[in-house]
């Protein structure tokens, strides 16, 4: 049976790290106040005690350097035409910062642990891509899609120009970084994405190989 955990900063301690376990095996929105309460060994009141809902519990389970609403104010007014230099400025504004070393530190912290890399995802998904993506034509599936797309342009970015360093990325004048990014990230938030029938017309024009036949 867990034992019951006795202060106050114990108690607030163990909800969070019950809830970090919950959420990196089950996700948002498969966990409950209720489960974390009895993961964590305390009365379900106890967690509204510490914590206004899910959302602010999730957020102390996932401490970001930065808070996403800040870096994407004003994303809800950008057309979708220039969604693309909107998040590429915003980008560059966070890690060229004077937090660039904590948001280092806090991604290679964060990709050492699988935990933290799962509920980091679910932090992604919902507080970054779902504005980023919002508003944009397509139904639910295409946005994710095109969410997850825009993620692997940015995320590769930041690895090679700031963690990685690698050149002659990591030196370009910030102008010409942006220039380079908001075209990639355009491109997959609001073109045409390639239909199941343009793949499988691609795959037919490939010639194929006879085998030899043997005399």
């Not at 930041?158 to 355009?186: F, G, K, M, T, W």
């Amino acid at each position: 049976m867990m034992a019951r955990p006795k202060g106050g900063s114990d108690r607030r301690a163990a909800i969070v790290a019950a809830a970090t376990r919950l959420f990196a095996d089950d996700g948002y929105d498969g966990v409950s106040l209720r489960q974390i309460a009895r993961e964590a060994g305390v009365d379900s009141a106890l967690v509204h005690h510490y914590f206004e809902g899910k959302e602010d519990l999730f957020a102390a389970c996932v401490e970001l350097p930065a808070e996403p609403d800040d870096v994407l104010h004003g994303i809800d007014e950008v057309a979708s035409a220039e969604r693309g230099r909107f998040v590429a400025r915003a980008v560059l504004r966070l890690w060229d910062g004077p937090q660039q070393r904590a948001l280092a530190a806090f991604l290679r912290g964060t990709i050492s642990s699988t935990v933290r890399t799962h509920l980091l995802g679910n932090v992604v998904q919902r507080r970054i891509l779902a504005h980023i993506v919002d508003g944009l034509p397509g139904d639910d599936d295409e946005r994710r899609l095109r969410a997850s797309l825009a993620a692997t342009q940015v995320v590769g970015f930041i690895l090679v120009r700031y963690v990685v360093r690698l050149e002659p990325l990591a030196s370009l004048p910030l102008q010409d970084v942006e220039d380079l990014l908001a075209p990639a990230l355009q491109r997959v938030l609001t073109e045409p994405l390639p239909t199941e029938t343009d793949q499988n017309r691609t795959v037919a024009k490939v010639p194929t190989r006879s085998k030899p036949t043997r005399s």
